[in-house]
């Protein structure tokens, strides 16, 4: 699909240039082989290996193209069937040699099949995948931000794509969304509208600030959320009044979403009563997951998403003497120490609870690549020589530098030596080292460093 990115005041001959079909095994199929179910574009002809005027398809700059399809936007070039085992299509899109100032955006939709992400085996286990079906939604909710569809997407409430559009409008801090989402909160009937609505509302209340380089990041990142810097803006005042308003409605489950959603979001509404004051009223449609069965699972951890394991873990307690034993039997002790003055291969955690969140040491451990620890990035020297050292560099002096590898034998070596020297992107710590565990197990391995606090 091409869409004007502009409202269409330019000769906006958008072109898909060597559209192109990847096999699983990697066969090359070219689109423009294939015929298309339906095609149409805003102006002129759709046509293959010719621009929308029936010249032959050349790049905006004169370049020959060898093959692709020149159409004029907005246009929808629809495909019914595509060749079995397809797993990638790679095009690059632009304007033709007609096309002065036009201004255009490419969008590839696939009916969920295609869009599916990492097909290929990671050895960090399955939570190491994104969530595939959440990536279609995703660029689709994107989108809609890009566009403005603030108007579409309130009309769509109460409809049935309305958990899209709200999540669109999210993300969305202006006056359309703003009023229309007031609107509906306040005309809404039942209860469960009204809560999505006062959801979607309460992370409007606030914008991120500008950026504006007077800050600088910490060595933790800041999870919190929504916003770094929740800041205030034009619709700020008129959300809050709005909240407040449907608050005073006395709708008790309404009432819990407002109050909690509102505190942890750090965007305190004046005259709302603390989220603890207020009764918890269970919402009706939370996914339930009977976790009480599967928390004892053995390899539980390996076969969960990444994200669904830590969620799991704000339920699972875990017990930390157990996690203790744990840390030991699944080889943690082999790189990590508990008690200052051994010496180090790994980060100590003795104090790992005062740095770290149950959520980010449960998270560096499912994912060590995902976040590296200052000072433990994995360097790589060679030496003039040819030697190659990989492991951390634990001094560096004018005349020395030293270089500790896994297993703790640190070398040392000349500065003068040093032929090369890199900061690989992978972290010294294996994955994978808890997929064998269980919720229940993983939990008390949690929670056991969550207690090592100085
Ligand atoms: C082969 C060595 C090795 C083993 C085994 C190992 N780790 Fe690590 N671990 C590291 C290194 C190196 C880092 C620092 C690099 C990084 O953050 O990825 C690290 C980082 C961490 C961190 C983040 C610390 C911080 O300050 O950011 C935690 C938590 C952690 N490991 C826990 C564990 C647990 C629990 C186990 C056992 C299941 C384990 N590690 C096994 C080497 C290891």
Same mark, same amino acid.
């Given at each position: 699909?091409? $869409?004007?990115?502009?409202?269409?005041?330019?000769?906006?001959?958008?072109?898909?240039?060597?559209?192109?079909?990847?096999?699983?095994?990697?066969?090359?199929?070219?689109?423009?082989?294939?015929?298309?179910?339906?095609?149409?574009?805003?102006?002129?002809?759709?046509?293959?290996? @010719?621009?929308?005027?029936? @010249?032959?398809?050349?790049?905006?700059?004169?370049?020959?193209?060898?093959?692709?399809?020149?159409?004029?936007?907005?246009?929808?070039?629809?495909?019914?069937?595509?060749?079995?085992?397809?797993?990638?299509?790679?095009?690059?899109?632009?304007?033709?040699?007609?096309?002065?100032?036009?201004?255009?955006?490419?969008?590839?939709?696939?009916?969920?099949?295609?869009?599916?992400?990492?097909?290929?085996?990671?050895?960090? $286990?399955?939570? %190491?995948?994104?969530?595939?079906?959440?990536? =279609?939604?995703?660029?689709?909710?994107?989108?809609?931000?890009?566009?403005?569809?603030?108007?579409?997407?309130?009309?769509?409430?109460?409809?049935?794509?309305?958990? $899209?559009?709200?999540?669109?409008?999210?993300?969305?801090?202006?006056?359309?969304?703003?009023?229309?989402?007031?609107?509906?909160?306040?005309?809404?009937?039942?209860?469960?509208?009204?809560?999505?609505?006062? =959801?979607?509302?309460?992370?409007?209340?606030?914008?991120? @600030?500008?950026?504006?380089?007077?800050?600088?990041?910490?060595?933790?990142?800041?999870?919190?959320?929504?916003?770094?810097?929740?800041?205030?803006?034009?619709?700020?005042?008129?959300?809050?009044?709005?909240?407040?308003?449907?608050?005073?409605?006395?709708?008790?489950? =309404?009432?819990?979403?407002?109050?909690?959603?509102?505190?942890?979001?750090?965007?305190?509404?004046?005259?709302?009563?603390?989220?603890?004051?207020?009764?918890?009223?269970?919402?009706?449609?939370?996914?339930?997951?009977?976790?009480?069965?599967?928390?004892?699972?053995?390899?539980?951890?390996?076969?969960?998403?990444?994200?669904?394991?830590?969620?799991?873990?704000? @339920?699972?307690?875990?017990?930390?003497?157990?996690?203790?034993?744990?840390?030991?039997?699944?080889?943690?002790?082999?790189?990590?120490?508990?008690?200052?003055?051994?010496?180090?291969?790994?980060?100590?955690?003795?104090?790992?609870?005062?740095?770290?969140?149950?959520?980010?040491?449960?998270?560096?451990?499912?994912?060590?690549?995902?976040?590296?620890?200052? $000072?433990?990035?994995?360097?790589?020297?060679?030496?003039?020589?040819?030697?190659?050292?990989?492991?951390?560099?634990?001094?560096?002096?004018?005349?020395?530098?030293?270089?500790?590898?896994?297993?703790?034998?640190?070398?040392?070596?000349?500065?003068?030596?040093?032929?090369?020297?890199?900061?690989?992107?992978?972290?010294?710590?294996? %994955?994978?080292?808890?997929?064998?565990?269980?919720?229940?197990?993983?939990?008390?391995?949690?929670?056991?460093?969550?207690?090592?606090?100085?």
């Amino acid at each position: 699909m091409i $869409g004007q990115a502009d409202r269409g005041n330019g000769e906006d001959h958008g072109s898909w240039f060597e559209p192109t079909l990847i096999t699983r095994s990697g066969k090359k199929i070219k689109l423009t082989d294939i015929k298309w179910k339906k095609a149409k574009g805003g102006w002129g002809k759709t046509l293959v290996n @010719k621009d929308c005027t029936g @010249k032959p398809l050349a790049r905006h700059d004169g370049t020959a193209v060898p093959f692709g399809i020149g159409t004029h936007a907005p246009s929808t070039i629809q495909f019914n069937r595509l060749p079995k085992d397809v797993v990638r299509f790679q095009a690059y899109g632009g304007l033709s040699a007609g096309g002065r100032n036009g201004s255009v955006e490419f969008y590839v939709n696939s009916n969920g099949q295609g869009a599916k992400a990492g097909t290929a085996k990671i050895p960090e $286990g399955p939570h %190491a995948t994104p969530n595939a079906p959440i990536i =279609l939604p995703h660029v689709a909710v994107k989108s809609l931000v890009a566009l403005d569809a603030a108007a579409e997407c309130v009309k769509a409430i109460g409809g049935a794509n309305e958990q $899209g559009a709200l999540w669109a409008l999210r993300h969305m801090h202006n006056d359309t969304a703003v009023d229309g989402l007031i609107a509906k909160l306040s005309s809404a009937i039942d209860s469960e509208t009204r809560q999505r609505l006062a =959801l979607t509302l309460v992370r409007l209340i606030h914008h991120e @600030k500008p950026y504006d380089g007077s800050t600088w990041w910490g060595t933790r990142p800041d999870t919190r959320g929504p916003y770094y810097y929740p800041t205030p803006w034009a619709g700020t005042d008129k959300i809050k009044a709005a909240l407040l308003a449907a608050f005073k409605s006395g709708d008790p489950a =309404l009432q819990y979403v407002i109050a909690t959603l509102s505190e942890k979001d750090r965007a305190p509404i004046q005259g709302l009563p603390k989220a603890t004051a207020v009764a918890a009223a269970p919402t009706a449609n939370e996914p339930t997951v009977d976790l009480e069965k599967i928390k004892n699972q053995k390899g539980q951890v390996g076969k969960m998403g990444v994200e669904d394991v830590i969620l799991a873990l704000g @339920k699972v307690q875990g017990d930390p003497a157990r996690g203790m034993a744990l840390f030991t039997r699944q080889g943690c002790v082999a790189c990590h120490t508990l008690r200052e003055g051994e010496p180090l291969k790994g980060p100590f955690m003795g104090q790992i609870g005062s740095i770290m969140k149950r959520d980010q040491i449960a998270m560096s451990i499912l994912k060590p690549t995902a976040v590296i620890s200052q $000072g433990f990035k994995t360097v790589q020297i060679q030496t003039k020589k040819g030697q190659v050292f990989v492991g951390f560099v634990s001094k560096r002096l004018s005349d020395l530098v030293e270089i500790r590898d896994i297993s703790g034998r640190i070398t040392a070596l000349k500065p003068a030596d040093i032929a090369s020297e890199k900061i690989l992107d992978i972290s010294m710590m294996p %994955a994978g080292l808890v997929n064998g565990l269980s919720l229940e197990e993983f939990a008390s391995l949690v929670s056991f460093l969550e207690r090592q606090k100085k």
